[in-house]
């Protein structure tokens, strides 16, 4: 198995991707750099034209560009900000929201079908965000996406893997990376996703609540490269009712 995170036809070696919505704009290269993160999304709001703080100042040069659709509430608001996203110089990558759900802000997985298609024939590397659904998941994939990305548990609440058998499901059924996305308070529960055998984690409350969000950066870093590598590793079984000995306990008297 590649070590290698490929999401259309782009290879990355972090599988770490960081939001920089919640944090400030001085904190962002700091973040970056202890996360190791080669993947930063951005609302485009914050990527102001007009001479205003840029977000874009900020992040360093080599990393690549999520711009997100954040404030999208059906498929046709998603494929505007998409564009307008292109247009400024973000890139193809798009990370698709369609929420128009203010109270629950769960993600509209059928709009988010419909801006999918739209947005992969035009090029996009689109990347949706969803609630864990395989039907969804399915139609996603034949509609062109690069990726899908399934919530964990509701965005910002940091409850962690509260979608986790959906979430499974996902990783046996669909042949595009998983990455999860929304939810994930604490780097112990980044590890135990990519135990799970997802592909990347997406972060950005999590860090951006801790006291100290670089430490917390790293941390992420070091707990999703932990999980992957106990995925790669293969897990040892498992004994019910019963124990084992690791070392023998007979004979070492013995002549």
Known sequence: MSEKLMIGGHEFQSRFILG????????TNAVIENGGAEIVTLALRRANLDGQENILDYIPKGITLLPNTSG?????EAVR???LA????????IK????????YLMPDNYETIKATEILAKE???VMPYIYPDLNVARSLESAGAASVMPLGAPIGSNKGLC???????LIDEIHLPIIVDAGIGRPS???EAMEMGVDAIMCNTAVATAIDVALMAKAFKLAIEAGRAAYLAGFGRVLNYRAEASSPLTGFLED
Request: aromatic share 8%.
């Open 123 to 125: 090029g996009f590397i």
């Open 163 to 169: 979608t986790k058998d959906f979430i499974q499901i």
């Open 96 to 103: 698709l929201e369609v929420i128009h759900d203010s109270k």
């Open 86 to 93: 292109r247009e400024i110089g973000c890139g193809d990558f």
């Open 81 to 83: 900000i998409a564009r």
């Open 189 to 191: 529960q980044a590890c």
């Open 20 to 27: 920089s919505g919640k944090f400030s704009l001085e904190l």
């Open 72 to 76: 999208a509430r059906n498929a046709e």
